[in-house]
C-alpha cells in the first residue's frame, strides 16, 4: 500500500524552498548596501570631496594630529620638540593622549559667545600662571581679559605672547596711568579712603579697585554683558552648569539679578614640593556658604588646626556685576551702583578656587614684595588678614627648615586620617575639572602654540612702554605723584577729598575687603565633636 505521508512531501519542501532562497537574497543585499555607502564615502574622501575631521580644525599649515591619535610615548618614531622659552618649560606638550576639545589656540568662536564676558585682574605673574589661568576661563566660555600689568608681566618676552593672544588688552602701569587714576572719580570719593597711603596689601587693594573702575568703561565700550575681577591665583568653577560653562551659568542668571557672588573654595595641599598648582592640587577646603552650620562649627578646630581662622585667607568670594549705568567697583571683591543697590544673588554650587600659599615658595614671595618689619604692631600696616601676618613674620625671622617645618604644621595636610574624615564630613572636597582642563591644554599644545605665534619683535614705543612699567616700583604712586598725600593736619581724609552728591550719598557702602570666614565662639561649642 502506497505511505500517503511520502506522496505528500514533495508539496510541503517546495513552497519551504522559494521561502530560504528569498531570505538569503534579502540577507545577501542588507549586507552588500552598507558595504557599497562605506566604500563610496571612502572613495569620496580620499579624493577630496569630504573634509577630513582630523585636520578640519587645525591651524593653517599645521600638521597636527586630531587629539588622541598621536604616535604611543613607548614608540621610538615620537619625535619630541622643546620650548625656548624659561618662563614656559613646563607649558609645552607631553607624551600623554591629547586634550579633545581645541587644536586652534585662539578660539575665534569665542567672539559669538553669548552673553559676553570678561575678567579683568591686575597682575605681576609669568607665562607659566597665566596663560593656564587664561585659557582655563577661554574653556568654560570667556571671551574677553583686560590684564592691569606691571612686573614680570609687563616685560617685553612676556607681554609680546600676552598680546598676540586674541581677546586679550593689556594695560601698563605707567606714570601716564597713574596720573589719570588719581584724577578718576573713586580716588576723590571716601568709601575707598580707609584703604589709602597703607603699603603692601592696602596699596594693591587700592590699585585693583581703581583698575576696575577703568575696567568697566572698556567693557561697556567692547560691549560686554558680565564683568569679573579674579586674581591671577584663582579659578572660576561653574559647578551646577550644563556642559561645565560659566557662559551657561550667567545666562540662566534672572534678568533682574545685578551680580552674581562666587563662594570660595580654598587650595587644601598635600605635599611642600607643588610646582603647578592648577594641575597637581585636587583638594579643597569648602566655604562656609555650602557647609551646614552644624558641620561647619562641629569640626571648626579640627579645620583650622591651630590657625587664626577657617580659612588661610579671605572666604568672602568674588563676584560677577551685568554691565550696566553707574556701575562701579566696591573693593576687590564686590561690585556697587551709584543709583542703586544691586540685586544680589549667591550661587549654591558654583565658587571661586582659590589656590593660596599653594607652593612653599608663596610664604617668601610675600615677603619679598612688602617692606614691612617682622612685628606684630608693624605687619598690620601691610596685611589685612592674620595668617599673611603670621606667615610674613616666619618668612622674615625663621631659617628655611623652621619655615618648612612651619609650612607643614599650618598649610600642608599631612595627617591622613583627619583629611578622610573632613572629606566625609563635606568640609574638604575633591574637584578635579579644572586640574583635567588645564593639564589637557597643556597636552595638546595650547601653550606651546601661543608661545611659538607670538611676534618675535616689539615697536620701540611698546617696548620703553613696557620697560617704564616694569621699573615701577611698590612705592611709585606715592613717590610720583605728592599731591596724593593729604597733609596729616586737623583736615581729615573726608573732607579733603570731594563727597558724593547728596542723591546718591544713601549708596556710598564702603568698599568690601578681604574677610575672613565666621569664627566660633563660646556659644557655638556646643556642636564641637
Not at 598621536?70 to 619630541?80: D, N
Not at 589656540?105 to 579683568?120: E, G, H, M, Q
Not at 585659557?135 to 617685553?156: D, Q, R
Not at 589637557?440 to 601661543?450: A, H, I, W, Y
Request: with cysteine.
Amino acid at each position: 500500500m502506497t505511505n500517503p505521508y511520502h506522496l505528500h512531501a514533495p508539496l510541503r519542501s517546495a513552497p519551504q524552498s522559494s521561502s530560504q532562497t528569498f531570505t538569503a537574497k534579502l540577507l545577501l543585499l542588507l549586507t552588500l548596501l552598507p558595504l557599497s555607502l562605506a566604500a563610496l564615502a571612502f572613495i569620496l574622501q580620499w579624493r577630496g570631496g569630504i573634509p577630513d575631521p582630523t585636520t578640519r580644525w587645525s591651524p593653517p599649515g599645521s600638521n597636527h594630529l586630531f587629539p588622541g591619535m598621536e604616535a604611543s610615548p613607548l614608540s621610538s618614531a615620537v619625535v619630541r620638540s622643546s620650548s625656548s622659552s624659561s618662563d614656559c618649560v613646563n607649558l609645552g606638550r607631553s607624551n600623554s593622549p591629547s586634550f579633545p576639545y581645541y587644536q586652534n589656540w585662539k578660539f575665534d568662536s569665542a567672539a559669538d559667545l553669548k552673553p559676553k564676558i570678561v575678567i579683568t585682574t591686575s597682575t605681576s605673574a609669568g607665562l607659566d600662571q597665566i596663560l593656564p589661568w587664561m585659557f582655563y576661563h577661554k574653556v568654560i566660555g570667556v571671551s574677553t581679559f583686560f590684564l592691569f600689568v606691571e612686573g614680570k608681566a609687563a616685560s617685553p618676552e612676556v607681554s609680546k605672547v600676552l598680546e598676540s593672544i586674541p581677546g586679550v588688552k593689556l594695560i601698563y602701569r605707567t606714570k601716564e596711568l597713574e596720573e589719570q587714576q588719581a584724577r578718576s572719580r573713586i580716588w576723590n570719593e571716601t568709601w575707598l579712603s580707609s584703604f589709602f597711603y597703607k603699603p603692601c596689601n592696602y596699596e594693591l587693594f587700592v590699585k585693583q579697585s581703581l583698575n576696575m573702575e577703568m575696567a568697566i568703561v572698556m567693557a561697556r565700550d567692547a560691549g560686554m554683558d558680565w564683568i569679573i575681577h579674579l586674581d591671577t591665583d584663582e579659578l572660576l568653577h561653574p559647578a551646577g552648569a550644563k556642559e561645565y560653562s560659566l557662559r551657561q551659568l550667567l545666562l540662566d542668571v534672572p534678568g533682574n539679578v545685578d551680580m552674581v557672588i562666587f563662594s570660595n573654595y580654598e587650595s587644601s595641599v598635600e605635599r611642600d614640593d607643588i610646582k603647578e598648582p592648577f594641575t597637581e592640587v585636587s583638594m579643597f577646603k569648602k566655604n562656609y556658604d555650602h557647609v551646614p552650620k552644624d558641620t561647619y562649627f562641629g569640626m571648626y578646630k579640627e579645620s583650622t588646626r591651630g590657625n587664626p581662622n577657617y580659612f588661610l585667607t579671605y572666604g568672602n568670594g568674588k563676584s560677577a556685576a551685568r554691565i550696566q549705568d553707574h556701575l562701579r567697583p566696591n573693593g576687590a571683591h564686590r561690585w556697587h551702583n551709584y543709583m542703586k543697590t544691586p540685586n544680589e544673588i549667591k550661587l549654591e554650587e558654583a565658587a571661586v578656587l582659590h589656590y593660596t600659599y599653594a607652593k612653599f615658595s608663596d610664604l617668601t614671595s610675600r615677603r619679598d614684595r612688602c617692606g614691612c618689619k617682622p612685628t606684630r604692631e608693624d605687619v598690620k600696616r601691610c596685611f589685612m588678614l592674620e595668617f599673611d601676618r603670621a606667615a610674613f613674620i616666619i618668612a622674615s625671622t625663621a631659617t628655611e627648615e623652621e619655615m618648612l617645618k612651619w609650612y607643614h604644621e599650618h598649610i600642608v595636610w599631612d595627617d591622613k586620617d583627619i583629611r578622610i574624615k573632613l572629606l566625609r564630613k563635606g568640609i574638604l572636597t575633591r574637584i578635579y575639572a579644572p586640574m583635567a582642563i588645564i593639564q589637557g591644554l597643556k597636552e595638546s599644545g595650547v601653550f606651546s602654540s601661543v608661545i611659538a605665534s607670538a611676534s618675535t619683535t616689539l615697536s620701540k614705543e611698546k617696548f620703553l612702554a613696557t620697560i617704564d612699567s616694569s621699573n615701577s616700583s611698590r612705592a611709585t604712586a606715592s613717590i610720583s605723584h605728592p599731591s596724593r598725600k593729604i597733609s596729616r593736619s586737623s583736615e581729615s581724609m573726608a573732607t579733603a577729598r570731594k563727597t558724593l552728591d547728596v542723591e546718591v550719598a544713601e549708596f556710598q557702602e564702603l568698599a568690601v575687603p578681604p574677610l575672613s570666614p565666621p569664627v566660633m565662639d563660646d556659644n557655638q561649642l556646643s556642636f564641637e565633636v
